[in-house]
């Protein structure tokens, strides 16, 4: 791990940005690009990164559901902060996790005014497109859907999640994504 004081946190907190925002933009899924950028900089197990694969596109590519970007991100913060099976009898720790949970859910929501892919998408096109339609799909695309848009959005996911984090202290890793 790194040492705390050998960073720059402004630094680090544009590195997710970007690694989320690349991420997306090559392999797609939101969710899951929300947990590698957060996974490249921080001790994440890969269950999680597995885990986060069908809540992309509003969950398995619906748009009705939370955007994976959100998902993925409260994926993120559960696995930190969450309770473990060990600690399962402790009712008490389901609450553990939630106000960062709510901030993180707050800043997204104000950002894009809801938490829906459909929302998101109408955020920033003005309507929402059917993934699993062949047709609106294309359009999406052509739209900059995964070239800027979606990207920007799991970038953005990511530092929020960054710096959550580091608040924390959840320890860095030494050896950062090339």
């Not at 402004?10 to 899951?32: D, M, T």
């Not at 710096?163 to 924390?168: D, M, V």
Request: proline letters at 3%; one cysteine or more; glycine letters at 10%.
């Amino acid at each position: 791990m790194a040492e705390r004081a050998a960073f720059d946190k402004e630094k680090l907190i544009q590195e997710v940005y970007q690694r989320g925002y690349e991420l997306e933009q090559r392999y797609y899924g939101c969710a899951q690009c929300v947990v590698g950028a957060i996974q490249d900089f921080f001790p994440l197990n890969n269950a999680v990164f597995k885990a986060a694969t069908s809540f992309s596109g509003g969950i398995a590519s619906s748009i009705e559901g939370s955007c994976g970007a959100l998902s993925g991100g409260i994926l993120v913060l559960s696995y930190f902060f969450g309770r473990s099976r060990e600690e399962f009898p402790d009712i008490s720790l389901l609450r553990r996790p939630g106000v960062l949970v709510q901030e993180y859910w707050d800043m997204f929501r104000h950002k894009y005014g809801g938490e829906t892919c459909r929302e998101v998408q109408n955020y920033y096109f003005g309507t929402a497109y059917h993934f699993l339609d062949n047709d609106e799909y294309y359009e999406y695309e052509r739209r900059g859907g995964h070239k800027d848009v979606c990207p920007v959005v799991v970038g953005e996911a990511s530092a929020w999640l960054a710096e959550k984090l580091l608040e924390r202290k959840v320890p860095i890793l030494k050896n950062k994504p090339k």
